[in-house]
């Protein structure tokens, strides 16, 4: 089941922060966060595992919160090459889920000068 | 390192007409997978492969065909192609690591993609 992710767009001014949410309804092994440019394939930001393991970029941060299903994608003091769609893929526990990545929409950010 | 390469970048098919697209890293990644991309849906497992010799279902596995004889080579068969099969094609890659719980995959590194229009 295709994870939420909200918003679906913001338009930030450079320096702004922002928050992007992703929400499943399933038990989740991990989360992953992909940024993709228009026309280009995405790029890998962020895996945020069951248990509480990071791995991704210093400069992005984000959090898990294995009870309610729910990740949160924190862009601080945004830059216009932040520019991008944001995609979260969920990963759920068992059940054949193993390696199976489900992504969300998208939500599409557009940073401003 | 070439990293993930896709061929053909671009290609128009009849309805009912079959081909592969062609996907391989250079990396020694273990998992290899193939996703569809279309407007507002965002991406969409295909199919999967955790190694040489082992693939698996995604999402959206109708229509669509892949082996793994080699860790290097994943290719999708589109076995009679269909309008609805119109999409971006996106090929990745990624390293397996013994995590906390589990074995995992990581980073995917995705190819620069297959533009696929079936008419």
């Known amino acids: 089941q295709q994870p939420v992710q909200s918003p679906q767009a913001v338009i930030l001014r450079e320096g702004e922060d922002a928050v992007i949410n992703c929400s499943s309804s399933k038990a989740l092994y991990s989360v992953h966060w992909y940024r993709q440019k228009h026309g280009e394939a995405p790029v890998f930001l962020m895996i945020l595992l069951k248990g509480g393991e990071q791995k991704g970029h210093e400069k992005i941060s984000a959090s898990f919160n294995e009870k309610k299903q729910q990740s949160s994608l924190y862009l601080t003091a945004s830059q216009l090459s932040y520019s991008g769609t944001y995609f979260c893929g969920t990963e759920r526990t068992g059940g054949g889920s193993n390696y199976k990545l489900t992504f969300g929409k998208g939500t599409l950010l557009t940073v401003n000068p | 390192n070439a990293g993930v390469t896709q061929t053909p970048k671009f290609q128009v098919l009849k309805t009912g007409q079959s081909m592969t697209l062609q996907c391989a890293q250079d990396?020694?990644?273990?998992?290899m997978s193939w996703y569809r991309q279309d407007p507002g849906m965002g991406l969409r497992l295909i199919h999967y492969?955790?190694?040489?010799?082992?693939?698996d279902q995604g999402e959206v596995p109708n229509g669509y065909n892949v082996s793994r004889s080699t860790t290097e080579d994943f290719p999708l068969r589109l076995l009679s192609a269909a309008p609805s099969q119109t999409s971006v094609y996106f090929c990745?890659?990624?390293?397996?690591?013994?995590?906390?719980?589990?074995?995992?995959?990581?980073?995917?590194?995705f190819g620069p993609g297959t533009r696929l229009t079936v008419l």
């Open positions: 990745a890659s990624s390293k397996m690591t013994s995590g906390i719980l589990r074995r995992s995959y990581n980073e995917q590194f």
């Open positions: 990396m020694n990644h273990e998992y």
């Open positions: 492969s955790v190694g040489a010799g082992i693939t």
